[in-house]
């Protein structure tokens, strides 16, 4: 066995001695399904949630039967502005002359009330204005002068399950390939430093490129088991989700295989260079607890990219935004989930950025470990 295995054998063994590493797997793969389940329990409370409309007047006629069949439950009350503060989440007055509608802008139960109710009276308001013409003679449809038919290409409720995988599968690849292969990473150097063992594993006949690769191979093997773990718990959650009613039929999220493949390509990538860097920062630091103060400007790094998915679901960027690391991983999966499709120069941009970028921190920390008064120092 080379000197690269041995190194390698070694690490993972300590590894897998270590709790804190199992914990941190142990608790993503667990807790990723949980989150999920209480995110659609959420969803399909507020989608399926009756809301209550209190009201003065006289309800026109077919209108109380509207507001019963859209999830809006009437209430009477005395004064509608001062119940749709906190007694009901919409306040109406119907008048002679209208709809006097009240409701607080600052309650989301108010904001999808009212929504509901612009619908309805809408669609009333057409009824009535339809029926008023037929009964004097004249067509209705002179009122939709320029009909427009629309032809989705693609259904809506695989686009809304494919939209939510877009969001949670580049966050949860992103973040747990950083950490759970951190705690790992900072004990095989920052910690051996602190125990005062790594003095002498550096004075094996072992060329130090060796040690350091070995190291490295190790903590990219629990960094990408521990992002595939949270994975493949969070399909197996969304699989018992459905989306869409029975009017559109229900659609359980899935992974297509060409989804599937860049995934598993960019955790090896995101695994090996987050390894190189935090042992790098790790080797850097005197003790455990110093090199986790370097690696928690990484939590940050790696958030942000992922929230772009959520905050410009429609970011259309150039070849250049691909050169940015981790934001161009995100990027790459948010389309090959969304579309089912990669430009592949796209993909070899981003392989090349996140390549390099593994090299530069693996040269780092090459250079540190090839520095005796930086290892050696107490």
Request: hydrophobic letters at 50%.
């Amino acid at each position: 066995m080379t000197s690269v295995g041995i190194v390698f054998m070694k690490e993972i063994r300590e590894i897998l001695r270590d709790r804190r590493t199992l914990m941190a797997i142990g608790l993503a793969t667990l807790a990723t399904p949980v989150v999920l389940f209480v995110i659609s329990q959420v969803s399909t409370k507020t989608a399926s949630q009756t809301y209550t409309v209190g009201y003065t007047g006289d309800i026109p006629a077919g209108l109380d039967i509207l507001f019963n069949s859209t999830g809006l439950k009437l209430e009477q009350v005395d004064d509608p502005a001062t119940a749709a503060k906190q007694q009901v989440d919409v306040g109406v007055a119907f008048t002679s002359s209208g709809i006097d509608e009240y409701y607080d802008p600052t309650r989301q139960s108010a904001q999808i009330a009212d929504v509901r109710l612009q619908t309805i009276v809408s669609r009333y308001d057409a009824a009535k204005i339809a029926a008023t013409l037929q009964q004097k003679g004249v067509d209705p449809s002179v009122l939709n002068p320029l009909p427009v038919t629309v032809h989705p290409l693609s259904s809506p409720t695989r686009a809304a399950g494919n939209s939510f995988l877009s969001f949670f599968l580049p966050y949860i690849l992103i973040t747990m390939s950083l950490t759970g292969g951190l705690s790992a990473a900072l004990d095989t150097s920052a910690g051996e430093r602190e125990r005062k063992t790594l003095e002498s594993l550096l004075l094996t006949p072992a060329p130090r490129s060796h040690l350091l690769i070995g190291k490295i191979l190790a903590v990219t093997a629990i960094s990408l088991t521990a992002a595939l773990a949270a994975i493949v718990s969070m399909l197996i959650a969304l699989s018992q989700i459905s989306f869409g009613g029975a009017r559109n039929g229900d659609f359980n999220v899935a992974l297509t295989p060409l989804a599937a493949m860049v995934m598993v390509w960019l955790a090896v990538l995101l695994a090996g260079s987050f390894s190189c860097l935090t042992i790098a920062l790790g080797t850097l630091a005197r003790n455990f607890r110093q090199g986790q103060a370097y690696a928690t400007p990484l939590y940050f790094i790696t958030i942000f990219p992922a929230s772009i998915v959520l905050f410009i679901p429609d970011f259309n960027p150039n070849v250049a935004y691909y050169l940015i690391p981790i934001l161009n991983a995100v990027l790459v999966l948010r389309d090959a989930i969304t579309h089912d499709a990669v430009a592949w120069s796209s993909l070899v941009v981003t392989s090349a950025s996140l390549v390099l970028t593994g090299a530069l921190c693996f040269y780092a920390a090459l250079r540190l470990f090839t520095r005796e008064a930086l290892l050696v120092r107490s």
